[in-house]
């Protein structure tokens, strides 16, 4: 089958990688590459890299809603194009290019967590599972129908980033079956009632609020870790939070913080969390124990 694969980020790059092995994939879309880093150096996507070392053709176009970009895209007939966080928004003309329309790998279990950041949305509510959808995509914000999917259970210490990589494997599976038969997965329509939205994440969110829910607030440190990160401050510096764990024998004011041997506590509402592994500004990420060596919360 001949493929266009359009993804930008880590999370779509296990299923280019299936798609190449399968079938033919004859481009991929990709964001164009940013300046980042100290060096302030142009950087290319995970996807981007990926697809060059397959030898596949690349392009990073601003925006596909000029008709110029629009006739590229259907020049390639292709039979499907797959889409995995790409990144853009897709006119009708693209959707309508290829017989098999545009597939998207969504990392939740649609109508469940539509939006921008249904991994970090699932663990912060305190889902029990997760999982991928396959779907058509149409011109709504995730309301296409549902062709495939996939569970993936979310348990109590599992971050982001886990749960990211586990959705990330199981995407690419799910879109390899569908399509090694496509007539075999037949178009379910969503429930619009079961629907709600993973707001993309606000940087004004990350600051932590001891006076938060213990249990709330735990889940959306999870979330959360590693990146973007929740973080506090303490004596001006910056302290990112990457693991916690709700401690039931520990009763600190709302935001008092507490040292015992190697192990740190602090105060929330309802209850208390052990803070496990820190970054402090301009370090690498550390258990607590590492950390008050050199450190002590107590001042």
């Known amino acids: 089958m001949r493929v266009v694969f359009m993804g930008t980020p880590d999370f779509a790059v296990p299923a280019l990688q299936r798609l190449i092995k399968e079938h033919d994939v004859v481009c991929v879309y990709t964001r164009e590459p940013k300046m980042a880093g100290r060096g302030n150096k142009l950087s290319k996507t995970p996807v981007h890299i990926a697809a060059e070392k397959a030898g596949i053709e690349v392009r990073t176009p601003k925006m596909l809603r000029d008709a110029v970009e629009q006739q590229k895209f259907a020049d390639l007939q292709a039979d499907v194009a797959v889409v995995a966080a790409y990144g853009l928004i897709l006119p009708k003309p693209i959707l309508d290019a290829y017989p098999l329309g545009c597939l998207n790998i969504h990392a939740s279990l649609l109508p469940r967590w539509r939006g921008a950041a249904p991994i970090q949305r699932a663990i912060e509510a305190g889902d029990s599972e997760s999982g991928v959808t396959i779907m058509q995509i ?107 764990c709700i401690v039931a024998d520990k009763h600190l004011p709302i935001g008092m913080f507490k040292q015992d041997v190697n192990r740190l506590y602090v105060g929330c509402n309802n209850g208390t969390l052990e803070l496990r592994v820190l970054q402090r500004q301009g370090k690498k990420a550390m258990t607590v124990a590492e950390l008050l060596r050199g450190y002590s919360f107590n001042k």
């Open 138 to 244: 149409a011109e709504g914000l995730d309301t296409g129908d549902m062709l495939h999917a996939g569970i993936v259970p979310i348990t109590p210490t599992m971050n982001g980033e886990q749960l990211h990589d586990a959705l990330s494997l199981v995407g690419a599976d799910l879109i390899s079956e569908v399509l090694a038969n496509p007539d075999k997965y037949k178009p379910e329509v969503q429930d619009d009632k079961l629907a709600c939205y993973a707001e993309k994440i606000d940087k004004a969110e990350c600051l932590i609020n001891w006076s938060s829910d213990v249990e709330v607030l735990h889940n959306k440190i999870r979330a959360f870790s590693p990146f973007p990160a929740m973080y506090f401050e303490h004596n001006g510096e910056r302290f990112k939070v990457m693991e916690t």
